[in-house]
């Protein structure tokens, strides 16, 4: 499926680098937009993404299907050389779900890891499964390993220091239950509940942790209930207590860093005004976001993933503002799109 209007998204970078610029603050970090690449649009929904190094390639994943909500959800794989020229290397598809949220990690014993979950398309016995997939070369993978129990979406895995693996598990089956489990695995393969309820009102959800050199952990919520307020968590090992801050403003598809100089950087969808794929400074001590760089983005879009190679901030995300356009004709709604950021 081709676009029938081919937009040229590196051709109008000047315009997106000033449109970006211009919603700016004032800050005391510069970023600049050097280039903005649309890497993936051949299926009407494309959307939900993460980026990954492994061997010395790129790999983007991410969910194609009909529609936002659809059962026809599965996980596309691209692969690159150099992050300008993609090509599919992989094709995950479900009989029984909705695949969605696919992320990607590398686990200790040096395998791409790609997790998700699927809605089952009969709930009787639970409405989500989470699975992860493993792989030694990005292209061929195993069979799916269920993670976590049923109805847990376990949205994110991030590995410690240790090796060992951590996942916000959010409660999808019952709507009287919007608990959040902490599970930890050593393997990605069997996960265990570390903590069975974090205690976060508001509806919890999609979560992002990573570890200090120290082992402190924090973790950036998405809550979506209440005042819909994002929330900043922080624990130390074995992390079974944390303390919770509230943000005070609403986040959607949270992924975060922290990048080589120490800062603390997040990507993700924001609400206040128009609704777009924003990079953001996180202060670890307070949880306050500070919003330094708008990505081209609009309409549904969010769920990005970041990596800081060779003195830039590469991420993927998905948007469809390019279909908002007056007068555009695609046969996209959303697409999947390749930010690099230079950052000061």
Same mark, same amino acid.
């Given at each position: 499926?081709?676009?029938?209007?081919?937009?040229?998204?590196?051709?109008?970078?000047?315009?997106?680098?000033?449109?970006?610029?211009?919603?700016?603050?004032?800050?005391?970090?510069?970023?600049?937009?050097?280039?903005?690449?649309?890497?993936?649009?051949?299926?009407?929904?494309?959307?939900?993404?993460?980026?990954?190094?492994?061997?010395?390639?790129?790999?983007?994943?991410?969910?194609?299907?009909?529609?936002?909500?659809?059962?026809?959800?599965?996980?596309?794989?691209?692969?690159?050389?150099?992050?300008?020229?993609?090509?599919?290397?992989?094709?995950?598809?479900?009989?029984?779900?909705?695949?969605?949220?696919?992320?990607?990690?590398?686990?200790?014993?040096?395998?791409?890891?790609?997790?998700?979950?699927?809605?089952?398309?009969?709930?009787?016995?639970?409405?989500?499964?989470?699975?992860?997939?493993?792989?030694?070369?990005?292209?061929?993978?195993? %069979?799916?390993?269920?993670?976590?129990?049923?109805?847990?979406?376990?949205?994110?895995?991030?590995?410690?220091?240790?090796?060992?693996?951590?996942?916000?598990?959010?409660?999808?089956?019952?709507?009287?239950?919007?608990?959040?489990?902490?599970?930890?695995?050593?393997?990605?393969?069997?996960?265990?509940? /570390?903590?069975?309820?974090?205690?976060?009102?508001?509806?919890?959800?999609?979560?992002?942790?990573?570890?200090? %050199?120290?082992?402190?952990?924090?973790?950036?919520?998405?809550?979506?209930?209440?005042?819909?307020?994002?929330?900043?968590?922080?624990?130390?090992?074995?992390?079974?207590?944390?303390?919770?801050?509230?943000?005070?403003?609403?986040?959607?598809?949270?992924?975060?860093?922290? /990048?080589?100089?120490?800062?603390?950087?997040?990507?993700?969808?924001?609400?206040?005004?128009?609704?777009?794929?924003?990079?953001?400074?996180?202060?670890?001590?307070?949880?306050?976001?500070?919003?330094?760089?708008? /990505?081209?983005?609009?309409?549904?879009?969010?769920?990005?993933?970041?990596?800081?190679? %060779?003195?830039?901030?590469?991420?993927?995300?998905?948007?469809?503002?390019?279909?908002?356009? %007056?007068?555009?004709?695609?046969?996209?709604?959303?697409?999947?799109?390749?930010?690099?950021?230079?950052?000061?």
């Amino acid at each position: 499926m081709q676009a029938k209007k081919r937009f040229s998204v590196v051709n109008g970078l000047l315009l997106l680098v000033v449109t970006a610029t211009m919603q700016l603050p004032v800050l005391s970090h510069a970023a600049e937009l050097v280039r903005i690449d649309r890497i993936w649009d051949q299926a009407h929904h494309n959307a939900f993404t993460d980026l990954a190094r492994f061997k010395g390639q790129w790999f983007c994943v991410f969910r194609e299907g009909t529609r936002h909500v659809s059962d026809d959800g599965s996980l596309r794989v691209l692969r690159s050389d150099d992050g300008l020229k993609w090509e599919s290397a992989a094709l995950i598809e479900s009989e029984d779900s909705d695949l969605r949220d696919a992320k990607l990690s590398v686990t200790p014993d040096g395998q791409l890891m790609l997790s998700g979950a699927g809605a089952l398309h009969d709930p009787s016995e639970g409405s989500h499964q989470s699975f992860n997939w493993f792989s030694d070369d990005g292209v061929t993978w195993s %069979e799916p390993v269920d993670a976590g129990k049923r109805s847990d979406w376990l949205w994110r895995t991030s590995w410690s220091n240790d090796g060992m693996a951590y996942s916000v598990g959010y409660h999808t089956g019952d709507p009287t239950d919007r608990r959040v489990r902490l599970y930890e695995s050593k393997d990605g393969r069997q996960y265990d509940v /570390l903590v069975d309820n974090l205690m976060i009102d508001g509806y919890p959800n999609e979560s992002s942790i990573l570890f200090l %050199e120290d082992d402190t952990a924090y973790c950036l919520l998405r809550r979506d209930a209440g005042s819909k307020t994002g929330m900043w968590g922080e624990s130390k090992p074995p992390y079974t207590d944390w303390t919770w801050r509230d943000m005070g403003v609403r986040i959607g598809g949270p992924e975060m860093m922290r /990048l080589p100089d120490g800062r603390f950087v997040a990507a993700v969808r924001l609400y206040d005004g128009k609704v777009r794929t924003s990079l953001c400074w996180v202060d670890p001590k307070t949880g306050a976001l500070d919003e330094f760089l708008a /990505l081209p983005s609009g309409g549904d879009t969010s769920y990005a993933g970041m990596v800081f190679y %060779e003195d830039h901030l590469w991420v993927s995300y998905y948007s469809q503002h390019e279909s908002l356009e %007056e007068g555009a004709e695609t046969e996209f709604t959303t697409a999947i799109y390749l930010a690099q950021v230079r950052l000061d």
